[in-house]
C-alpha cells in the first residue's frame, strides 16, 4: 500500500483512499460512521509515524468519499483527532484529485468536508493561474470574530482597542508576554488568535524564543494537556490556533503559527485566512488582495464580499506505507 504524500508551502500530508484506510482499521469507512474517528490514530500510527516518536507529516487526508455533489473529505492531525478546516489539506486534496483524475482540472468543484462535531462544510474549489502559478482558489467561508465565534470563556478576554477598534485582549497569552496585549479571535470554520505585534523586530525576537515558549503556549493553544480530558481547553473549550502578526504593507502582513494539536508551523492556510480577515477586520490591511508571508512561503487571500478565499498550490513530494 503506497500513500502519496504531498506539500504545500511546508505543510505535508499524506492522502488515503478509503479502501486504503480500511485495511488499517479492518471495518469500512463509510464517511458519516468515520466521522467519529475512532479509527483515526490507528491510521495515523501506520502511515504517519516514522518509528521514532515523530510523523512524517502534519497529518492525513482520507478521501474521496463519493458523494452524489462533491468529494467527501476527513481531515486527520496527528494526534488522531479530525480537524474541521485546513487550508492547505483542502489545496493538497484538490491536487490530488486532479492528478488522480478524479476531476477536471478546467472546472471548478466541491469538497465537502466531514467532522464529528460540526456539520459538513462545502468549500468550492477552482482551479487557476496566479502570478504564473497553477493552484486553487479555495472558498474559505465568511470569517466570523469575536470571543463568541471560537468559543472563548468570557471572563479570560479581556476589551483592547486595535487601530480605533475594538479586539480582544487574551489574558492568558499577555501573562506569557506583556506586549501580547492585543489580538483579534476569527473563526474560519475553526479557531484562530491573531495577536499583532508592533514591528517585524518583534517577529524576529519570537522567532528566537520559539523552543522556549512551546510548554506555555501549548497550554493555551491545545484543549488537552498531557492526558487532560479533551474539550477541556482555556481560554477556547477546544482550543485555539494562535498567529504572530505585523502588517508590513497596505496588503501584506508577516505572521507565524502555532497550531493546536501541531505546535509551530511552516505554513497554514487556515492561519493565512484568519490572520489576513483579522487585518482587514481591523482596518490594518486594504484592497481585495492581501499577502500573508509565513516562513514556509506566501500565502494570496482575497475577499468576495463577506467570503475569503485562499489560493494555494501544491505538488507530489513522495510516497509511504
Known sequence: MRIPLYDADGNKY?????????????????????????????????????????????????????LNDAFGLLIVNTNGTLAERSGNGLTIFAQHLVAAVHCDRTRPFVVRIHHDRTAPFDAPIEPAELDGEQGFWIDMGAPRFGWQAVGATESEVRACVINDRDANCVVALQEVNADWSCSQFVSVGNPHCVTFLRSSASLAQLDAERSALIPPLTAIAFSSV?????????????????????????????????????????????????????????????GSMIHVVMPGGTKRVRFDGERALLFGRAQRIGSGQ
Open 226 to 286: 498531557h492526558g487532560a480530558v479533551r474539550g477541556a481547553g482555556r481560554p477556547c473549550k477546544y482550543g485555539v490556533n494562535l498567529q504572530w502578526a505585523v502588517a508590513t504593507k497596505s496588503d501584506q502582513v508577516e505572521a507565524r503559527v502555532f497550531e493546536r494539536d501541531e505546535r509551530w508551523t511552516p505554513s497554514s492556510g487556515s492561519s493565512a485566512t484568519a490572520v489576513a480577515s483579522a487585518a482587514r477586520h481591523l482596518g490594518l490591511t486594504g
Open 14 to 66: 499524506f492522502v488515503a483512499a478509503p479502501a486504503d484506510v480500511h485495511q488499517i482499521a479492518g471495518m469500512p469507512l463509510d464517511i458519516a460512521a468515520a466521522s467519529s474517528g475512532g479509527w483515526a490514530a490507528d491510521a495515523i500510527r501506520e502511515i504517519c509515524a516514522d518509528g521514532a516518536g515523530s510523523h512524517r507529516s502534519h497529518g492525513l487526508l482520507v478521501g474521496p468519499f463519493a
